[in-house]
């Protein structure tokens, strides 16, 4: 056992903080989940900084903006030119700091960041899913230490035993860094996608905590929201619940496997997603990308977070916190000094894990393209850039969203204009920067790629 925890990071795709448990849900069965949250530190308010896949994990890994890496939508990786291209480019990550820092450092699952056919920088293990990640069972061609990989069967389960087989090459003198990335919760959502043994825990189920909203009017697409009939709307609830048990089911085995290992004790196990997932919600199916305009509801950006291991007390944390955040508890645990001379967006949060006070700021921040957000306990305000329509939120009165009163508060949206550009200011780079990307009206993307356009940008567009 080495001085330093080893750190088992899962990043699950889509998995919203109201589908557990311990957050709330009486009908998601996840006693896995729920235990680390006995066990251990749950953040009641945890957020994603994008509500898309790319640059919410972009976030997580390099504790930077999408205004400062440069990726501002999920990558089409099945398209040669994005998913041969490293989007991240010199941005640093924790396999680099990590893996300099002395860590044995691995990735099983998804990485959605461009190269996911190789192992990214710093790390020692790679299973990964290179291309478009497909359905959650059947045959697919993984990538393995540079090598491909044909299986058959279920994503989750293959992940799990690659994470696991991972625990097997870590030298007895180092600690190890391991982020398990499951692409279970995200679509397809039919219950026909999914393991019939998990989709059988959800076949009497009456799902009565989901929200019956009336269809969006932003929607993308059609079929994305409640104008589905009520047998499509249950094959997607139940697909959604299957997949939530799926990623219960398969972190059990990953603790199972520390366990037998002798390595639980000195392991501290952090749970989140990328980011958050409605399911009806609000009327509509996804996060930030299925209305146009693009939304930051709180569905989209609320993500589990859950902190289990040595050191780490069993108690419920107030504090808002994001991905940034969870960056720089990351480092901060594992002894890793960050450079000086790097600008980085939120701070760590470790202190509070073991029962410190600390001075904390519950002001968060977001971006998806030219959209830009500021929240606090009270108000959210959500600017898109150039000319709106922008919303502004009474989240103490009303904390479902339902009514806008941007018209009624201007001195209000100013004060958080102000405070919004002044933080972006020194977060995001000039040619980089998500003001530089322009949403379009409801559209194709694949015939935007035909039509050359994202190519002639050089950036991706909604």
């Known amino acids: 056992m080495t001085d330093r925890p080893n ?19 009486s009908e998601a069965q996840t006693p896995t989940l729920d235990a680390l949250a006995t066990l251990g530190t749950r953040f009641v308010n945890a957020y ?11 976030n997580l890994l390099s504790g930077k903006t999408a205004s400062q890496v440069g990726i501002h939508d999920w990558l089409q990786e099945w398209i040669p030119a994005v998913g041969e291209r490293d989007w ?7 396999f680099d700091y990590l893996s300099e820092a002395g860590y044995h450092c691995g990735l099983s699952g998804k990485w959605h960041l461009g190269q996911s056919h190789l192992p990214p920088r710093g790390a020692d293990y790679h299973f990964g899913l290179p291309g478009w990640q497909g359905s959650h069972n059947g045959p697919y061609s993984y990538a393995r230490n540079g090598e491909t990989v044909e299986l058959d069967g279920n994503k989750s389960r293959f992940i799990t035993d690659h994470a696991i087989e991972f625990l097997d090459t870590v030298p007895a003198d180092k600690p190890f860094f391991l982020n398990i990335g499951y692409i279970a919760t995200h679509s397809p959502y039919r219950r026909q996608e999914h393991d019939p043994a998990q989709t059988a825990k959800y076949q009497d189920c009456p799902f009565d905590e989901i929200p019956k909203w009336a269809p969006h009017p932003w929607l993308k697409n059609e079929g994305g929201g409640n104008e589905l009939s009520e047998a499509e ?6 697909g959604y619940y299957a997949a939530v048990t799926e990623i219960d089911d398969n972190i059990a085995r990953v603790i199972g496997a520390l366990e037998a290992r002798g390595l639980r004790e000195n392991t501290i196990i952090i749970y989140t997603s990328d980011h958050g997932c409605a399911i009806g919600h609000k009327g509509f199916f996804g996060k930030g990308n299925s209305t146009r305009p693009l939304n930051m509801y ?18 419920a944390v107030e504090e808002y916190v994001d991905h940034c955040d969870t960056f720089h508890t990351i480092c901060e645990l594992a002894g890793v000094n960050l450079p000086r001379d790097e600008i980085y967006a939120g701070e760590s949060y470790a202190a509070m894990l073991c029962g410190e006070a600390l001075a904390w700021d519950n002001t968060r921040y977001g971006e998806f393209g030219d959209l830009r957000m500021i929240r606090d306990e009270r108000w959210k305000l959500v600017w898109r850039y150039p000319a709106g329509p922008h919303d502004l939120y009474d989240l103490r009165d009303d904390p479902d969203e339902l009514s806008n009163v941007f018209a009624e508060h201007p001195q209000v949206a100013e004060a958080y204009k102000g405070r919004l550009d002044e933080f972006y200011a020194g977060r995001e780079d000039a040619a980089l920067t998500g003001l530089r990307v322009k949403q379009l009206p409801k559209h194709n993307y694949k015939e935007a790629w035909r039509d050359g356009e994202r190519e002639a940008r050089g950036l991706q567009v909604y």
């Open 233 to 238: 709307l249950l094959d997607r609830y139940i």
């Open 48 to 58: 994603t900084p994008t509500p898309v896949c790319s640059p919410a994990r972009a």
């Open 7 to 25: 750190i088992a990071l899962f990043l699950t795709d889509d998995h919203g903080a109201w589908a557990n448990g311990c957050y709330g849900s």
């Open 298 to 315: 709180e569905v989209s950006l609320q993500v589990p977070l859950l902190i289990s291991g040595p050191g780490v007390e069993a108690k």
């Open 88 to 94: 991240l480019g010199g941005t640093r990550t924790l």
